[in-house]
């Protein structure tokens, strides 16, 4: 198998390709039209890629089977043009939760204790204890949260620890689940920023979380709060924050933002940078050695088990429900030949096949196969199907239940 690492990767993953067999190519440093010559030249097998953007006419260039990003978000990958071409994307989720949110909290104390700022002036050999002693502290102060997956447990153990007082809103949130985490579940986005001095955003990028937060949370927040975004820019209207920011002294610490440069290095011209109520980092979440090591050998795992199996571990782009309306389950004896005829019928009958696995009975003699079918057989068709085969034990038709 041929692997292409478009981005930064550690060794220790590189050895582990190796050691599973893979050849590859790491070149960390194309993007763009060099990304897609790269991949048209080298036909990988799977691309492994962080912050690189993976288009559709990269995926058009070779012939790749498997993205990787080495990393959870995967929104700058189009997925949507993968699924088009059979291309599995998937991704290692959970494994930069700690470096994440220890982020999150370095970027709390850095608002509250104005750390730049001290170290700015000292810099400039400037000495200024009676302006840089003001400060709120944490120690009893309302963290609210919007979401509460992995990073975001990782957040409150944290917060915890600082005695603060957590509040939390996520769709999935329920009141039981909100006890077992010690937090307060609020009904809303906009309740958990009405209690909060200082909101801490932990949702993924989606069609869903797109836009997400926009005047009438930021509106909900009480004035001169604290909010914290470690997840996506694009999750947050930036519109809405940077007017917030100036017109009711909103502080915000920001690792990503709405328009990011694609490679690890180059201008960054987004007017937020330049707002005085802005603390911001280079969307480094996830950049810790130990977040790093451990995103290193998922993806290795990832690519182990498709190149050993033809199975993919964590895939983001299946469907979760099919056009399926019936299935078919075939009782046969294992012999060659006898899913090759049921499969001739159901061709002949013009009905598309959905899903399929089939099953093998200790000894090898009898198997089942499950077919999931857009449309019901005739009673003629799987009769007919019946009669020409001996080596069909059974046939049963059964319609699919959904939710």
């Not at 102060?141 to 990073?151: A, D, E, N, P």
């Not at 007017?243 to 960054?268: C, H, N, W």
């Not at 987004?270 to 993806?299: K, M």
Request: hydrophobic content about 40%; some cysteine; overall charge negative.
């Amino acid at each position: 198998m041929r692997v292409l690492i478009a981005d930064k990767f550690e060794q220790t993953g590189r050895d582990g390709l190796e050691a599973a067999g893979c050849d590859y190519s790491y070149q960390p440093d194309v993007k763009d039209e060099s990304l897609v010559e790269a991949v048209r030249s080298y036909r990988p097998d799977a691309l492994v890629v962080r912050g690189t953007k993976v288009t559709e006419a990269l995926m058009d260039a070779g012939a790749l089977k498997l993205v990787v990003r080495a990393g959870a978000g995967y929104n700058t990958i189009d997925v949507a043009a993968a699924s088009r071409r059979g291309i599995y994307v998937s991704n290692c989720p959970g494994k930069n939760s700690v470096a994440v949110a220890e982020l999150a909290l370095a970027l709390m104390l850095a608002l509250d204790r104005r750390i730049p700022d001290n170290v700015a002036a000292l810099r400039e050999g400037k000495w200024n204890k009676k302006e840089f002693s003001k400060a709120r502290g944490l120690y009893g102060r309302t963290l609210g949260l919007v979401g509460t997956g992995q990073i975001g447990r990782e957040v409150i153990q944290r917060a915890s620890a600082f005695g603060m007082h957590v509040v939390a809103w996520s769709r999935s949130l329920s009141d039981e689940r909100a006890a077992e985490l010690g937090v307060e579940r609020k009904s809303s986005p906009e309740d958990a920023a009405r209690a909060s001095d200082i909101v801490s955003v932990h949702v993924a990028l989606n069609a869903e979380t797109r836009g997400f937060l926009g005047d009438s949370f930021f509106a909900a927040m009480r004035e001169g709060a604290y909010f914290i975004n470690t997840a996506r820019g694009e999750v947050v209207d930036q519109t809405a924050l940077v007017k917030a920011m100036r017109e009711r002294g909103i502080r915000a610490g920001l690792d990503v933002y709405a328009q990011e440069p694609t490679s690890g290095t180059g201008e960054f011209a987004d007017e937020i940078a330049r707002e005085p109520n802005l603390y911001g980092t280079h969307h480094v979440g996830a950049s810790t050695d130990q977040a790093q090591e451990a995103i290193a050998a998922e993806t290795v795992r990832i690519i182990r088990t498709f190149k050993e199996t033809g199975k993919v571990p964590n895939v983001v782009n299946l469907a979760v429900r099919t056009p399926a309306t019936h299935a078919l389950v075939v009782r046969h004896r294992d012999r060659p030949g006898v899913l090759a005829a049921v499969l001739d019928h159901i061709r002949a009958a013009q009905i598309n096949v959905q899903e399929m696995e089939n099953i093998i009975f200790e000894g090898s003699e009898a198997a089942v196969a499950r077919i999931n079918l857009e449309a019901a057989p005739s009673t003629e068709t799987l009769e007919r199907l019946k009669a020409e085969n001996a080596d069909i034990i059974e046939l049963s038709l059964l319609e699919i239940q959904r939710p």
